[in-house]
């Protein structure tokens, strides 16, 4: 069966400092890969989507970056954060062509103080 | 431009009682329709997914609807229970990308 891992689920970190979220992706193979925010008390909002190794498609222009150095990884990454940049933070896959719903990870939540 | 409008915005009920919630959508192309339930600091959890063709499916006392001429997608939750107070999302998608609806927020109480 297919998981979705997502790490850390929590974390603190100081304006400026860089950021690292992972996620990963078992049981399947070519999954497209999704990098999404929920603001407190807001809709989900798609940061970044990939379909394949190396291909990032960005959706709205931030402070963040998206990375897929493999076919089921995908890292978000910050080089310098801002107070913005706080709120939860959800990696999904799917895959093309199946009715497979879309699977959200269990979420990380980013408190930039 | 894609959008997905839910309502009502938030609901409480007696536990045990049956509730309805709404989704209105302009999403085109349309691929197929989610409605998904996320606990509060957890991920969404997926509940059911039709297509064009569908217009109903059940998920043991969720059941949705869809009526791809007015585009509108209904969520019916039947004898509901303290566990199903969460956001309940209804997710709409074009090919690759999906149109979130900002969610309804229900709460049931005893």
């Known amino acids: 069966s297919q998981t979705i891992h997502q790490w850390p689920a929590t974390l603190v970190q100081p304006v400026g400092s860089p950021l690292s979220l992972e996620c990963t992706v078992e049981?399947?193979?070519?999954?497209?890969l999704y990098w999404y925010r929920q603001a407190a008390g807001r809709g989900l909002q798609l940061l970044f989507y990939?379909?394949?190794?190396?291909?990032i498609s960005s959706e709205v222009p931030q402070n963040l970056s998206a990375s897929r150095p493999q076919d089921r990884q995908f890292i978000l990454s910050s080089k310098k954060l801002l107070l913005s940049d706080s709120g939860f933070y959800l990696c999904?896959?799917?895959?093309?062509?199946?009715?497979?719903?879309?699977?959200f990870g269990s979420g990380t939540r980013l408190t930039v103080v | 431009k894609n959008q997905v409008e839910q309502s009502p915005q938030s609901l409480i009920i007696l536990e045990g009682k049956n509730c309805t919630l709404q989704c209105n959508y302009t999403v085109s192309p349309f691929s197929n329709l989610r409605w998904y339930k996320q606990d509060t600091g957890r991920g969404p959890v997926s509940l059911t997914i039709m297509t064009f063709s569908e217009n109903t499916k059940s998920n043991g006392r969720y059941t949705a609807t869809l009526d791809a001429d007015t585009k509108q997608s209904s969520l019916h939750i039947t004898a509901s229970q303290l566990s199903d107070s969460a956001s309940y999302i209804c997710v709409v998608s074009a090919y690759v990308k999906l149109t979130f609806g900002t969610g309804t927020r229900l709460t049931i109480i005893p």
């Open positions: 990939s379909v394949g190794i190396g291909q």
């Open positions: 049981g399947t193979s070519n999954p497209n």
């Open positions: 999904a896959w799917t895959n093309t062509g199946t009715r497979i719903g879309y699977t």
